[in-house]
């Protein structure tokens, strides 16, 4: 890495594909800056790839706030940002679905990705990019993962089209992949026999690796992506076409 390499903010590196993300990004010559929720285990990833850790809550403002300052005190200007953060839920009944799950669901998957947003704003260069997280849910309804999490998520998708417009005039792209199944220890909470299933289901026959996605969100960050922005990008082997 040199002094002139560009710098990418992954929030949510350390879950299986913010990890997947920070490593190629790593190999790309980024400079890297890790956030997430634990501290000890964001610490243990930046020193293993050479970048910079700093601990967030992404649903608690004043710590979004307090984190994007934190990191622009060593990086004068962003280039990507990437928002992996994201909690899962597997209630499928509607009388399982509390007040609580509800409110963290929307809280950490939608609200989170907001607030970075936000604050990234005159943090991020003139051309630069920002790739969200979606999920099949978001169109599936979420039979596999819930409603509060399929609402999540389709307001994701729904956020970025919005940012992507009042980025633009600044040419900066916000684009989002949509993955399927992908073999990460969120999907560890399904049933296995579910997890089975749908792996027999998809066209390819397998669930996504996480550099399966990771591979997409780099190529979004790329150059040869600066005329796509608003987009729902899916990784999914086939399971949707639409």
């Known amino acids: ?12 590196a350390t879950g299986g594909i913010g990890a997947a993300v920070a ?28 970048g910079e850790a700093v601990a967030i809550d992404v649903a608690d403002a004043d710590s979004v706030a307090r984190a994007f300052a934190a990191a622009r005190e060593n990086a004068a200007a962003l280039d990507v940002l ?65 409603p509060a999490y399929a609402a999540a998520k ?8 919005a940012m992507a417009n009042l980025f633009a ?28 299933a749908i792996a027999a289901a998809n066209p390819l026959g397998r669930i996504a690796t996480p550099d399966d996605v990771a591979a997409a969100i780099a190529f979004l960050a790329s150059e040869e992506a600066a005329y796509l922005t608003g987009i729902v990008l899916p990784v999914n082997g086939g399971q949707r076409m639409d």
């Not at 389709?154 to 089209?161: D, N, P, S, Y």
């Open 82 to 146: 990437v928002l992996a953060s994201g909690v899962v839920e597997t209630a499928t009944a509607l009388a399982d679905e509390t007040d609580e799950t509800w409110s963290r669901m929307l809280a950490v998957n939608l609200t989170g990705v907001f607030l970075c947003c936000r604050a990234a704003d005159d943090w991020l260069r003139d051309g630069g990019r920002i790739v969200t997280i979606s999920s099949n849910a978001a169109r599936s309804g979420g039979l596999a993962t819930g």
């Open 154 to 161: 389709g307001g994701v998708e729904a956020l970025t089209k």
């Open 169 to 196: 005039p600044r040419q900066i792209t916000v684009n989002c992949v949509a993955p399927g199944a992908t073999d990460t220890p969120m999907l560890d909470a399904h049933p296995p026999e579910r997890i089975a």
């Open 1 to 12: 890495m040199t002094d002139t390499a560009k710098t990418v903010c992954v929030v949510g």
């Open 23 to 50: 490593r190629r990004f790593a190999q790309l010559g980024f400079r890297l800056v890790l956030m997430d929720l634990a501290a000890s285990p964001v610490k243990a990833l930046a020193a293993e790839l050479g």
